[in-house]
């Protein structure tokens, strides 16, 4: 592996931009190219972003041999095909939340790169944050007593007019795929899978879901109570419960700098400030795989975004969310 992991970026939307702003606080990445769905659009980011060599096709960007790591940024119904091309190349993938649209097809993807034994990670940041890593570890380690539950909601405010991929159904649209996964997975990290899942939605005229409630029932007695939305700027807010204590995440809990950990009545404030945008954490995390030469990575495990994907599956199916056509 050479002194710096070299990035390739794959469609050239907001998300990507963001990407490649914050690889920057890395002096181990370097982005060599950008590959798009058309020469014009990778030309426009390159040029943007100072980045060397611009291609008008995905597979000539997977076939780049000056790319060693490719991060996948394109809609969510277009994850599938990326993320495969990118690995019947060889090359390491890094491929937004969520992977795809229904477990099967993740599950495709996760087999093709055991298969091939190439790196693949979700790129769900979260879990990267150090804040979150630090809750992860005081709730391992018993700080609040049993987690006994987990409450996370995620609203944007629109409006978003209806060509734009949150609101249409052929682009995988709606609350649920786009930020209702990081309730999901924040639950997740504190409370693993769940036995029972209920769920409701107001969906729109076009059929993606707007305002969304999930209750997730656990073995153990726990619940988590989970809601997303595309229809007003809700807290972002979220609390972890025990019985000795409680972990109160401030806005925005899926990138926070700092929490409030309850021990009965006496609060301590943990603080883990960070520069940037906090998406260097995921990029830190796959070159450390790569040098250790992991094909998946411990903090962000295939299997465990299976199991997230697993939990959507039930809420879609649930809510009636039907991407099938
Ligand atoms: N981790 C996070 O915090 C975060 C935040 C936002 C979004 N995301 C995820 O990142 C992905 C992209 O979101 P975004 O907000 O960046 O979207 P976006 O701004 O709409 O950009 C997506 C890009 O994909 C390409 N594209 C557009 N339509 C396409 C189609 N039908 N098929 C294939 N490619 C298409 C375009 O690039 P070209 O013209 O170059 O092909 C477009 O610029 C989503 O899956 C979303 O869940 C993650």
Known sequence: MADRIRWGILSTGSIASTFVDD???????????VGSRTSAAAERFAAAHDIPRAHGSWQALVDDPEVDAIYVATPHTAHFDATMLSLAAGKAT???????????SSETLVQTARERGVFLMEAMWMRCIPAVRRMVDLVAGGAIG?????????GMAGPWDGTHRLMSRALGGGALYDVGIYPVTFAHLFLGMPSSVQAWARMTPGGVDANTGILLGYDSGALAALT?????????????TGTTGRIEVPRDFF??????????????????PFE???????????HRCLREGLTESPLIPLAGTLDILTVLDAVRVKVGLDYSD
């Open 94 to 104: 890094l491929t937004e939340k969520p992977f795809t649209l229904d477990v099967a």
């Open 228 to 240: 997303c939305g595309l229809v007003g700027d809700s807290a972002r807010r979220a609390t972890i």
């Open 23 to 33: 690889l920057r606080l890395l002096p181990d990445a370097v982005v060599t190219a």
């Open 276 to 286: 940037g945008a906090g998406y260097h954490f995921e990029a830190a995390e796959v």
């Open 255 to 272: 990138h926070p700098q700092a929490f409030t950990l309850w021990r009965g009545d006496s609060p301590s404030e943990v603080e883990l």
């Open 146 to 154: 049993e987690p006994t539950a987990v409450h996370a909601d995620f």
